[in-house]
């Protein structure tokens, strides 16, 4: 178990964060020990001690850290084994701890710097590459990006290109999507976040098995689907994924409302047939998590119990545990939701991922419903997204907006903490899949940062994963490096056009 996130109140954003091992790179003063860090149940980047301690002096210019996990201190002597273990435990109970604390989550500190941990890792110098991006219905958009974009530039480029009203763009989200192989359809990974780059992150994807980014609604409440009506883009983006949901009956509609959806959809009329699903269907904006195992105790969490495999359901205002046969196991409204645990099962083999829900079952009554599966983080993360949602509404927030100030590349903080130069050298190796090595830190820290250290992650050579390759799959989607603009071209100004036919 890492750390539990509380509802009640403000809302805390999801850092989930993992250490499982450390790897070795090398630099001109010979070799040291990184720290692989995983971001939400995926590797993310290899960072070494010495930029950690920027990183956490940072924070504490900015923040109270007096009730964070104490920072592992410096070493005087050559680190050991042990010792190296013992850090990277620390590190990971300091970093999980910074997941807790709402005055840090809820700024731009965390994803500004892994960002630029993802950017020094990959070793890789700031150039415009071509990027797919698909649509439901599998009709590929490219779109020129520079590859330390994070998600949200991509995001407002993509729905600019599109020519959807620019405060409509978040009411959408970028996912990654993987094919599975026996049947060639593609299945929700996860989101992509502001914290990585979404050109870095589905190489190290595709590495492994095709993936592809897809853009997918990202809001909850059927009535705010009615403020998209009034755009035209926005509804055939809506019509794609509300017709698939249907299609796969995770949108469920009576008979004879199927019969006039389908009527409607032969006749091309896409805002008709929204207006009647989001009319009749008492479960439109929910999302469907399915092959989640699902157990319920009344007691202590470590009590056993049986296990079910079913499939999950979430709305605006609640959570439902379902039986493979669709027969319902345990509703539970979200506000009611005292707690809950994001862990990872060391024991057994499978999907060891696991989200533990405390449900207040009323009269002092509490309930643990813990569901464990390969996609339990990405259940967690729309648990997240509908929390965040209900609270906003609650505060009466609005919906944020594009930026109005144009990204900076690299961003500032890539300078600051992790030292990278604008036009770092390219490394050697571009394999970018998850760090195996479990070597001990051979270097003696030094009290001011220097050079080699400050550029240690973009020296990391990471060893690939076993059977992994560093050409994509087949089926995968691509990232395409474009020639270099010239001086004064704006990047990302160049966008491909989009005909009706592709919505």
């Given at each position: 178990r890492y750390h539990s996130?509380?509802?009640?109140?403000?809302?805390?954003?999801m850092?989930?964060?993992?250490?499982?091992?450390?790897?070795?790179a090398e630099d001109r003063k010979g070799p040291y020990t990184v720290f692989n860090i995983h971001v939400n149940g995926f590797y993310h980047c290899s960072v070494r001690y010495s930029i950690l301690l920027e990183f956490f002096l940072e924070i504490k210019k900015r923040h109270d850290v007096s009730q964070l996990?104490?920072?592992?201190?410096?070493?005087?002597?050559?680190?050991?084994?042990?010792?190296?273990?013992?850090?990277r435990i620390d590190l990971e109970r300091f970093l999980a701890s910074l997941a807790q604390d709402s005055n840090i989550t809820r700024n731009n500190l965390l994803p500004?710097?892994?960002?630029?941990?993802?950017?020094a890792s990959c070793g890789v110098s700031m150039q415009t590459v071509q990027l797919e991006v698909y649509l439901i219905n599998d009709k590929k958009l490219p779109i020129s990006v520079s590859n330390y974009s994070n998600s949200d530039e991509v995001l407002e480029i993509m729905c600019q290109m599109l020519k959807m009203a620019p405060n409509l763009t978040y009411y959408f989200a970028l996912f990654l999507e993987k094919q599975i192989p026996e049947t060639a359809e593609w299945t929700m990974v996860r989101y992509l976040k502001s914290y990585e780059s979404p050109c870095l992150s589905l190489e190290k994807a595709n590495a492994l098995c095709p993936h592809r980014i897809t853009l997918r609604r990202n809001f909850w409440r059927a009535d705010l689907a009615h403020e998209l009506l009034k755009d035209e883009v926005a509804v055939s983006v809506l019509y794609l994924e509300a017709s698939e949901q249907i299609n796969k009956q995770e949108i469920i509609v009576d008979p004879e409302v199927l019969k006039a959806l389908m009527a409607l959809k032969k006749k091309g009329l896409k805002k008709e047939y929204l207006e009647l699903a989001i009319r009749t269907s008492q479960q439109f904006g929910y999302r469907q998590v399915d092959t989640i195992d699902v157990t319920c105790s009344d007691e202590a969490e470590s009590v056993p119990s049986d296990v079910i495999h079913g499939r999950v359901r979430v709305g605006p205002r609640e959570m439902v545990t379902y039986t493979k046969e669709g027969v319902e196991l345990k509703h539970m409204e979200i506000t009611k939701i005292r707690c809950w645990t994001v862990g990872y099962d060391l024991q057994g083999d499978g999907n060891k991922f696991?989200?533990?829900?405390?449900?207040?079952?009323?009269?002092?009554q509490f309930s643990w419903v813990r569901l464990q599966g390969?996609?339990?983080?990405?259940?967690t993360q729309y648990l997240d997204e509908a929390i965040e949602e209900l609270m906003r509404h609650f505060n009466k927030q609005p919906l944020k907006v594009p930026s109005q100030q144009p990204f900076q590349r690299p961003h500032p903080l890539t300078t600051v903490l992790m030292r990278v130069p604008h036009s770092p050298p390219q490394p050697t190796s571009t394999d970018m899949t998850t760090p195996t090595s479990d070597q001990g830190e051979s270097t003696q820290p030094s009290d001011q940062?220097?050079?080699?250290?400050?550029?240690?992650?973009?020296?990391a050579q990471v060893p690939p994963i076993e059977g992994a390759s560093s050409q994509p799959p087949a089926g995968a989607s691509k990232v395409k490096v474009q020639k270099k603009k010239k001086q004064g071209e704006v990047e990302n100004a160049a966008f491909n056009t989009v005909t009706d036919d592709d919505l």
């Open positions: 996130y509380s509802i009640l109140g403000e809302a805390v954003r850092w989930h964060f993992r250490i499982p091992d450390t790897g070795e996990n104490p920072f592992p201190s410096k070493k005087i002597m050559k680190m050991s084994p042990e010792d190296t273990e013992e850090r500004e710097f892994f960002l630029a941990a993802q950017h696991y989200l533990s829900v405390n449900y207040h079952e009323g009269n002092s390969e996609k339990a983080l990405l259940l940062p220097t050079e080699a250290a400050g550029n240690a992650i973009k020296s």
